[in-house]
């Protein structure tokens, strides 16, 4: 088991930063690939970004390239998502994810979920 844990979101006005966190305890952290998803209200959940084990490949949505940036931290157990240039429309829950492929985490094969954290971007 992979316990995650979101903190770092909140409101921010339209232009803005935030950088979420994602804390992991459990089993071996550094095996998986870790990514970012996000649901707005009435709507599915959709990929954001991805990363790596090793942190050395990243893949973005292109809603969010350019803007977004995905980190991990084997040692800390943590990944972390920069969001700049923030958009109303990237109002949403943002979720951790953990999957053991990095290309099928994309697809949303997810092993594990974090609970989710909210950010509100006004305009």
Do not use: H
Not at 25 to 31: E, Y
Not at 79 to 103: F, H, I, R, W
């Amino acid at each position: 088991q992979v316990q995650l844990v979101e903190s770092g979101g909140g409101l921010v006005q339209a232009g803005g930063s935030l950088t979420l966190s994602c804390a992991a305890s459990g089993r071996a952290f550094s095996g998986y690939a870790m990514g970012w998803f996000r649901q707005a209200p009435g709507k599915e959940r959709k990929f954001v970004a991805v990363i790596s084990w090793r942190g050395d490949s990243t893949y973005y949505a292109d809603s969010v390239k350019g803007r977004f940036t995905i980190s991990r931290n084997n040692a800390k157990n943590s990944v972390y998502l920069q969001m700049n240039s923030l958009k109303p429309e990237d109002t949403a829950v943002y979720y951790c994810a953990a999957g053991s492929d990095y290309l099928d985490l994309t697809e949303g094969a997810v092993d594990y979920w974090g609970q989710g954290t909210q950010v509100t971007v006004s305009s």
